[in-house]
């Protein structure tokens, strides 16, 4: 295919959770000249490797073949795309062939850089820890909590934007409940490392956190980074931005969480936000249209409005994107209509959750009739572990939610 030139109407890269709700609303609308241009065989339902992680669910749970998830009429390109040239409204894949498009809309994920933190990735590879960011090693971390009685266990948070901010301390919450639970709560020392002043974002779920982490006993190190680790020895450098002090800590579990940013190649495109360390493809926040290329649209992961990155939010930008893109090629403005709405559904122990909703206000945005939503509520995890799921393959992803 190397020479080959591709062309079609409107084209979708990466087919994940932006990229399928997106295609499925425009052949909905009646767009029949769609392309998604995916590399990868397996579709992830990425917030069940929370539950995965705290041995709540399978991980086989969270996969799907592509195939299965990708709308009807919808070109797949399977092939993975590596260079935007949107003066020539123009994409080149890695096979060497390029696709042409009237309207583009980026949305091919984060990147997870495991080798900024020096030490990261040989560890989470080693016996003593892991991460739920990777559908690999999610698994793992429940291997390793199920059988600690004492010593240390760290969970880490880096600074920067990342995919659900509030992943990285519900595995926290999940482990100390089972630990709880098995009666060695008070035999372990957990250490919860935060790049953050608070517990989260919003001051109404920090202030609930803030309870949550006290009742657990976890030592919480705010304006905290783990900078450097050594999977051999087991010790982790946190650094404490507010006053500069390091300490070293020797772990026996440790759940870690890498930076993360823009995709390399999308970093070095002429769509990133080139004045931001982190690359994303520079939009409107509120119409998700790009800055510079009108014919360009971003959402997910990828993009670069300021909204906790999220599942939920890409449910609430999709629409907007279909239906702006549809409106500028009826010539038409695109209208302003995402207003930064993201939720974080935290797992405050095997059987609670806290459901944060907000927006670009940082206000709880509450959309759920009947859960008081600024308390935690007792669920048995049914909502994260059945509902959304349910939801999302059922709905979102056809469009419909
Ligand atoms: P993705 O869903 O990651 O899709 C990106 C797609 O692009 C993939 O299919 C990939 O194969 C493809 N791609 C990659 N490179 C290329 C390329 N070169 N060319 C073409 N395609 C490419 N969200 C919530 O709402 N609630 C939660 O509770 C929650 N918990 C989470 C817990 C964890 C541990 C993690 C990791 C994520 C969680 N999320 C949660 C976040 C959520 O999964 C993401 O925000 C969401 O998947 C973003 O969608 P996306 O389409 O931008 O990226």
Same mark, same amino acid.
């Given at each position: ?22 295609a ?7 767009e029949?000249?769609?392309?998604v ?21 399978p ?6 073949p ?10 797949w ?8 040239d ?35 990735n040989?560890a ?25 009685r ?43 490392v935060?790049?953050?002043p ?12 803030e ?51 823009? $995709?390399d ?10 004045a ?17 290329y ?26 907007v ?9 009826r010539?038409?403005?695109?209208? $302003?209509?995402y ?61 419909t939610?």
């Open positions: 295919m190397a020479s080959e030139t591709l062309h079609h109407k409107i084209v979708v890269v990466g087919g994940g959770t932006a990229g399928i709700s997106v499925a609303r425009l052949r909905r609308a009646g029949t000249d769609v392309a241009v995916e590399p990868s065989d397996t579709h992830y339902y990425q917030p069940l490797w929370t539950l995965v992680g705290g041995g709540r669910a991980i086989r749970a969270s996969a799907r592509e195939a299965s998830v990708m709308p009807k009429g919808v070109a390109i399977k092939a993975h795309a590596e260079g935007f949107p003066e020539n409204n123009s994409l080149t894949l890695a096979t060497g062939a390029a696709v042409e498009y009237d309207y583009l809309v980026v949305c091919p994920g984060i990147q997870l850089d495991w080798n900024k933190i020096p030490g990261a040989e989470v590879n080693g016996p003593f820890a892991s991460s739920n960011y990777s559908y690999d090693l999610a698994p793992k971390t429940w291997r390793l909590i199920r059988p600690l004492r010593g240390t266990a760290v969970f880490t948070m880096p600074a920067g934007p990342i995919k659900c901010a509030g992943a990285p301390q519900k595995i926290a919450y999940l482990a100390c409940d089972y630990w709880r639970q098995q009666g060695v709560l008070g035999d372990l020392r957990v250490v919860l935060l790049p953050t608070g517990m989260f974002g919003v001051k109404v779920f920090s202030d609930v956190l309870t949550v982490a006290a009742r657990y006993g976890i030592e919480v190190h705010k304006s905290s980074e783990v900078v450097e680790v050594d999977g051999e020895s087991r010790r982790a450098v946190i650094v404490n931005h507010a006053d500069e002090s390091r300490e070293e800590v020797t772990y026996d579990l440790m759940h870690f969480v890498p930076p993360q940013s823009a $995709p190649w999308v970093k070095a495109s002429p769509l990133a936000d080139k931001s360390p982190f690359g994303y493809v520079e939009i409107d926040k509120n119409t998700m249209r790009h800055v510079r009108p014919n360009v649209f971003s959402l997910g992961d990828c993009g670069s409005s300021p909204n906790s990155k999220t599942g939920a939010a890409v449910r609430k930008q999709a629409p994107v279909a239906s702006n893109l549809r409106a500028v090629m010539g038409e403005q695109p209208a $302003p209509k207003d930064g709405y993201a939720s974080c559904p935290l797992t405050t122990s095997r059987h609670h959750l806290l459901l944060a909703e907000f927006d670009y206000s940082m206000e709880p945005r509450p959309t759920i009739p009947l859960i008081n939503t600024k308390k935690e509520v007792y669920d048995r995890n049914m909502f994260k572990r059945y509902a959304l799921p349910a939801m999302y393959w059922n709905m979102m992803l056809k469009g939610a």
